[in-house]
């Protein structure tokens, strides 16, 4: 399993990113799909993820200003990152739990990360 990520990058306080992740490989079926940050020097927290039945998930620190994207079904998730804060900066990881076969648990999987600075 392939967690692809795409965009971040360094954006002014107030302004907006966007963040693309989507899974490929052998997977039988996906069933969660979100977003974690690592801020320099502190625990890795979610930031925002959605379910195979379309329920989103947001931290508090977020709410109002990220948008994640409707379950699709094609194994994709955008993260849309409004009025952007300097504590918003970090590593943001894609993940998602997927099944691998029908018969098997849902197992973990991760992206590689990718950097968002919010800095004046």
């Known amino acids: 399993v392939q967690l692809v990520e795409s965009g971040g990058g360094s954006v002014q306080p107030g302004g907006s990113l966007g963040l693309s992740c989507a899974a490929s490989g052998t997977i039988f079926g996906v069933n969660v799909m979100g977003w974690y940050r690592q801020a320099p020097g502190k625990q890795g927290d979610l930031v925002a993820e959605?379910?195979?039945?379309?329920?989103?998930t947001y931290a508090d620190s977020v709410k109002g200003r990220f948008t994640i994207s409707d379950w699709n079904g094609e194994r994709t998730v955008h993260l849309q990152m409004n009025s952007l804060k300097p504590e918003d900066t970090g590593v943001y990881y894609c993940y998602a739990l997927v099944k691998l076969t029908s018969t098997s648990e849902m197992t973990g999987h991760w992206g590689q990360g990718t950097q968002v600075t919010v800095s004046s």
């Open positions: 959605i379910t195979d039945h379309n329920r989103a």
